[in-house]
């Protein structure tokens, strides 16, 4: 039987681990994605049919990180005002390299979208809000998120061929 880490895994535990990555949904998303940051689909098309499947916490993870960059009151493109900075658009990039992996997503859950942050924030519980995230961070490389690893991104980089990597 396979080892890994000091564990047995049974057939049906690696079968578990297999139904956690949907790939089916992940390249749906990641054409969806792609689509919206082509200026293809509108911010309704994307939040209206980007899938979840709560087994694959990466979809969940990346909807709702993805979500404040775009506005809810009006329908548009990502183009003009609604454009996105090079800090966001790098982010849906890499969002793409993701959905586009068989990784798993390894971060610990984290509430994205939550209007308790909202009331806490007014209640002046901000510090609690910013150490819980500062702890979420510190989790692994943060400035590759949803990779957990530099090395992961790089290596999917290079396998998708991107200019990106040297």
Not at 54 to 80: F, M, Q, V
Request: charged share 30%; net charge positive; glycine share 4%.
């Amino acid at each position: 039987m396979p080892r890994q880490s000091g564990y047995v895994f049974t057939q049906e535990a690696r079968r578990k681990v297999a139904d956690m990555v949907n790939r089916s949904k992940r390249l749906y998303a990641k054409s969806l994605l792609e689509r919206f940051l082509a200026c293809q689909i509108t911010n309704d098309d994307f939040n209206d049919s980007f899938p979840c499947d709560k087994a694959d916490a990466a979809l969940e993870a990346i909807y709702c990180n993805i979500w404040p960059y775009y506005s809810e009151n009006r329908t548009h493109k990502l183009d003009g005002k609604h454009a996105l900075q090079p800090e966001a658009e790098e982010l849906f990039r890499r969002c793409v390299v993701f959905l586009a992996s068989n990784l798993e997503y390894e971060w610990p859950p984290y509430e994205w979208i939550d209007l308790k942050y909202g009331f806490m924030r007014l209640f002046a519980s901000s510090k609690k809000i910013d150490e819980q995230f500062e702890r979420f961070k510190a989790r692994g490389e943060f400035a590759v998120w949803p990779f957990i690893r530099q090395s992961d991104y790089l290596a999917c980089l290079r396998r998708a061929g991107s200019p990106q990597v040297g």
